[in-house]
């Protein structure tokens, strides 16, 4: 039994946390997050070459084949660099909800373009409701047309393709197909654009039906949690460093236990979070019977921490915490955005009790 | 990563299960209700048993009688010894914290007189860290011992001994240099609990037990060669005794918890909640269930410590977050368990409507000292903002 990281998965971390720094700093971010799209094609097409976006689909299908913990390994360091643009909505979205549901032709066709760095691709699903359960979809197709609203798709905009989710199945659209209409959704997080998708009468292809679709939606939920736990780190580490720099009184404001122990927690809670999330994807790698259990537990606590590590940083760092100069907020904006995406805290406990209790009162009843 | 058992893991398993299958004794919970006395030559022969078998100890080398055990396969030890519901071993104390510190610090002759004693339960060992006035500022501690002759003459008090009552042995910290910053004038001595001028009283706590003593030491001779490591380097062997204490502890709590929060969820339906049972009540299915997560969380936080320490088995700082995390989890679930059962949870042991014997409201009492005990959650914050962020010390 072995939970630290292999030789290759830790080469992998190091390289990808590498070339974030290198190609996408601090500065790159908020230059993309004040265009229109924060999408940057040179950093898409050097990303591509790297395999990233091509990270875990089968190499049958022009992927590198790894699995999920070296897919989190590299959301991890993605959302550490804050990273803009679809790579989350493309591979981890879109990709994963492919690769789950439509068939081989299929997957040959559209996991190959997204592998390539040639196409990028989002997911829509939620509608006016806001409910992430699958039951609760309006949306359905007619003789494989599409009319209706999704809101709330990441990175819509520089997408080539949309994935539906709708009432009878999974669906895709060419996001220049005639009917299609997208606009943004003004939201805090300006690094990943969010966009309301109105189709009317939209010619689109299904993919397959939605009993599939759970799983993909777990590995995009993992996925989200390592871009958190990213996020979280990356916060812990602003909030020490200027714990230790920022004086008063005469003293490094972090000499203060009222300020240790906010960064005591923001680690204990980063730390959790991380060997919540490496466990839920080891699970979904090994299709263990608990893995939606794991994943529901990772993007349940996430949920919760993420928000409050950046509460932590955000009140160590004081008046500086709450400047448009500081990066703090940037993280905490993303983690807002990150929260509810795939399900908040509260949707994943009712998940957890559902398996945890509604479970056993079956199985006594069976008995 | 893989956190499947491997091939070691798996053959460790299996010869633990069958050697537990024929040897655990099924009849502790009667026992577990007689006076403290009995049960623990109860627990004593228990630990006997084990060392038989050499699984007293597998964490400890095997030169020294352990098996050399993985940290992960000490986690499968403590996992194997809840799931069957097995007695805890009389010498805790002696097996878990200081035949460790022993083994790092002693002489070859104090490993030959201790060690085996210690596997075998002949010799029951206690604690003397905590003073009055020397809590979580330990090193300030002022039991003191002064050299005379060939003996260290103890004088002083101390708080919090676990097992002080039954102990044989004490692992003692003592100031031996008045005049050295506090750190620095520090020795541990191993006393004899039978020396004349100790007395051991028992402590009542606020669940109304006694499980800890206070130690009065007057004019106690100790022998020098009983000092463990370098006189005045007292600091780094209490540390080391320590950090044995917040490290591997977690991982025995885990099934423990487990159950505790199975047992919760199966009396949620027996109790109503606004007119539901309380398993359909909003409410407390979001506080069950984050519960239950939180106790999965703990175990993986566990799982990946143990996957970060070298094969020397000594934990490091990071052992303070589990510590935090098992404590404050404990008092959560406690309180999960108040809310559901209500006006039910405040009744003791011995009244007939308590559930289940009264564990729910002693289990309530009992998690407030988790907090404070073993190194309070305030020390250990501070331990994690020094020695793991960085930041400059406090004090």
Not at chain 1, 45 to 54: V, W
Not at chain 2, 39 to 57: C, I, T, V
Not at chain 2, 196 to 219: A, K, Y
Request: net charge neutral; hydrophobic share 40%; proline share 4%.
């Amino acid at each position: 039994m072995e939970f630290g990281l292999s030789e290759s998965q830790r080469l992998l971390q190091d390289n990808a946390r590498k070339f974030f720094q290198g190609e996408c700093p601090m500065e790159e971010v908020r230059r993309l997050m004040e265009t229109e799209t924060a999408y940057d094609e040179t950093l898409w097409a050097k990303m591509a070459e790297l395999g990233y976006t091509g990270i875990t689909f089968p190499e049958e299908y022009g992927g590198v084949g790894l699995g999920k913990v070296e897919l989190i390994l590299l959301m991890e360091e993605a959302g550490r660099a804050l990273l803009p643009g679809p790579l989350f909505s493309t591979v981890a979205l879109a990709g994963a909800a492919i690769d789950a549901v439509a068939s081989t032709e299929q997957k040959k066709r559209y996991l190959a373009k997204i592998s390539s760095g040639e196409a990028r691709a989002t997911l829509a699903m939620l509608e006016g409701n806001a409910s992430w359960d699958l039951g609760e979809l309006r949306v359905l197709t007619a003789n494989d047309r599409l009319t209706g609203e999704k809101l709330f798709v990441p990175d819509a905009k520089v997408a080539d393709f949309i994935v539906v989710v709708a009432r009878n199945g999974v669906f895709l659209a060419d996001s220049k197909a005639p009917g299609i209409s997208i606009h943004a959704m003004k939201a805090m997080d300006l690094t990943r654009k969010m966009y309301s998708v109105r189709f009317t009468n939209t010619p689109v292809e299904r993919l397959g039906s939605v009993t599939n679709l759970p799983g993909a939606l777990d590995t995009a939920a993992a996925a989200v949690v390592a871009e958190m736990v990213g996020g979280m780190q990356r916060t812990l580490d602003i909030t020490v460093e200027y714990a230790k720099m920022r004086k008063q009184f005469g003293k490094p404001i972090g000499m203060y236990q009222a300020v240790q122990h906010q960064c005591a927690d923001m680690y204990l809670e980063t730390e959790s979070a991380r060997s919540a999330v490496y466990y839920a994807a080891w699970a979904l790698d090994e299709s263990a019977p608990d893995a939606a259990m794991a994943v529901s537990i990772a993007k349940m606590y996430a949920s919760d921490v993420a928000r409050r590590v950046g509460n932590r940083g955000i009140q160590v760092h004081g008046g500086m915490g709450f400047t448009w100069e500081n990066d703090i907020h940037l993280y905490y904006k993303r983690a807002k955005a990150s929260e509810t995406a795939l399900g908040d805290s509260t949707y994943h406990r009712e998940r957890i009790a559902r398996l945890a209790i509604d479970a056993r009162a079956a199985s006594s009843q069976s008995a | 990563m893989d956190l499947n058992l491997n091939a070691e893991e798996r053959q460790f398993r299996d010869e633990l299960r069958a050697w537990l299958e024929a040897h655990c004794p099924k009849d502790w919970p009667e026992w577990r209700e007689k006076p403290l006395e009995e049960s623990f030559a109860y627990l004593r022969s228990w630990q006997r048993k084990l060392d038989e078998g050499h699984w007293a100890a597998v964490s400890w080398p095997k030169e020294y009688g352990g098996r050399s055990a993985t940290l992960m396969q000490q986690a499968i030890f403590w996992e194997e010894m809840a799931r069957v519901e097995a007695p805890s071993m009389a010498n805790a104390l002696g097996l878990g914290l200081i035949g460790p510190t022993i083994i790092a610090h002693g002489t070859p002759a104090q490993k030959k007189r201790f060690i085996p004693k210690i596997l075998s339960a002949e010799e029951i060992w206690c604690q003397g860290f905590s003073e009055p006035n020397a809590g979580s500022d330990l090193a300030s501690l002022q039991t003191e011992a002064r050299l005379e002759g060939n003996d260290y003459i103890v004088n002083g008090q101390k708080v919090w001994t676990s097992f002080g009552w039954v102990a044989d042995w004490c692992e003692l910290v003592v100031r031996t240099d008045p005049a050295a910053p506090k750190h620095k004038g520090l020795t541990v001595l191993l006393v004899d609990m039978k020396s004349p001028g100790v007395e051991v009283r028992p402590l009542r706590q606020m669940t109304g037990e006694s499980e800890f003593n206070e130690l009065f030491f007057r004019d106690v001779r100790v022998p020098k060669e009983n000092v463990l490591g370098q006189v005045n380097d007292g600091w780094n062997v209490a540390i080391s005794t320590l950090m044995f204490e917040r490290g591997s502890y977690g991982a025995r709590l885990h099934l423990l918890f487990k159950r505790n929060i199975d047992r919760l969820i199966e009396l949620s339906f027996k109790f109503q909640r606004n007119g539901r049972s309380a398993a359909h009540d909003p409410l407390l299915r979001q506080k069950l269930a984050q519960c239950y997560a939180e106790i999965e969380i703990m175990r993986l936080n566990q799982l990946r410590a143990f996957s970060r320490v070298t094969s020397t088995g000594v934990p490091g700082p990071e052992g303070s977050i589990q510590k935090i995390f098992w404590s404050e989890l404990n008092q959560r679930l406690q309180q999960i368990a108040q809310e559901m059962l209500g006006p039910y949870g405040q009744l003791t042991a011995g009244d007939s409507l308590a559930v289940d014997g009264g564990i729910w409201s002693y289990g309530y009492l009992r998690t407030r000292g988790n907090t404070i005990e073993a190194g309070t959650s305030e020390i250990q914050r501070n331990i994690i903002g020094h020695f793991v962020l960085g930041l400059p010390r406090s004090y």
